[in-house]
């Protein structure tokens, strides 16, 4: 049995036997189609920093999104889509990410370190 993983997701599995499945013993597969099999959703995370003295960091800040079909990895906000320095008072930053679709997105889990 060939079983392909793709970010803990199933995206290929067959027999790789000639007495099981179709008989094949050798099969190819391709990046393009494993990608097209992967249903992603693009997330547009805004984050304001207050504008109180002091408010803004340069410090780590990491998020986790938790929604009603699944939650992210603890993720590193490491580029923003708008400035090098991020979490400066007053300002919002933006950050575009790429993952399974989460659904209803029901909690936010932020750390700075
Ligand atoms: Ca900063």
């Known amino acids: 049995m060939i079983t392909f993983l793709f970010w803990n997701k199933i995206i290929y599995f067959r027999w ?3 007495d099981e499945d179709d008989g094949q013993i050798v099969r ?3 990046l393009g189609t494993a990608a097209q099999l992967l249903d992603k959703t693009t997330y547009n995370i ?5 504008d109180v003295l002091q408010a803004g960091t340069d410090a780590d800040v990491h998020l986790k999104i938790f929604g009603e079909k699944g939650d992210t990895d603890k993720l590193q906000l490491r580029t923003s889509d708008n400035t090098t320095n991020k979490f400066e008072r007053g300002r919002i930053d933006k950050f575009t990410y790429e ?6 997105v029901c909690s936010l889990f932020v750390l700075i370190i």
């Open 16 to 18: 790789l036997a000639v």
């Open 28 to 30: 190819e597969l391709t």
């Open 46 to 50: 805004r984050i304001k920093t207050g």
């Open 99 to 104: 993952f399974d679709d989460l659904g209803k």
